[in-house]
């Protein structure tokens, strides 16, 4: 029923008036006239005689300067990256390995103090127990012996 054109639209398909839209160039604010300039100086001319007998003329024009060549470094960026990551890596393990030999020494300093400590306190227990008997300025009871009646102790 509705089959396409040989444009691509279907047969009954109403066509669009197409309206073309050329630009109109705009006039420049300021023409500026164009000055010819003479070159600072003036190009020799120089001829050559081909070996079939033609004769080229032209003007002489100097030879390309190549591009200054670089000092190449001698070692490699690569290398001495390589290099810098493998001194900083050997740094962080020697702060590593000062850092657990620190740990460790504080670690033993503080079993040492309180194993000084656990000393010097049995010491003191120790005097204070045996030298209760010898000790006969408090008063002592001898539970054995008294007799008690009433919550009192008579001895």
């Not at 164009?34 to 001319?45: D, E, F, K, N, T």
């Not at 003007?59 to 290099?83: D, G, M, T, W």
Request: hydrophobic share 50%; aromatic share 6%; proline share 9%.
């Amino acid at each position: 029923m509705n089959e396409p054109t040989a444009y691509g639209r279907p047969a009954g398909h109403p066509t669009a008036a197409v309206e073309v839209h050329t630009p109109t160039p705009i006039a420049p604010a300021h023409t500026v006239p164009l000055v010819p300039v003479q070159p600072g100086a003036i190009p020799s001319v120089a001829s050559v005689l081909l070996p079939d007998g033609r004769v080229v003329t032209g003007y002489a024009v100097s030879a390309a300067q190549p591009e200054p060549v670089v000092a190449k470094p001698l070692v490699s960026r690569a290398a001495v990256n390589v290099a810098l990551g493998g001194v900083g890596f050997l740094a962080v393990c020697g702060g590593l390995l000062l850092l657990t030999t620190f740990i460790t020494a504080l670690t033993a300093l503080i079993t040492q103090l309180i194993i000084l400590a656990a000393v010097i306190f049995g010491g003191w227990i120790a005097v204070q127990v045996f030298s209760a008997s010898g000790h006969r300025g408090g008063t002592t009871v001898n539970i054995r012996k008294a007799v008690i009646k009433r919550n009192k102790f008579y001895g």
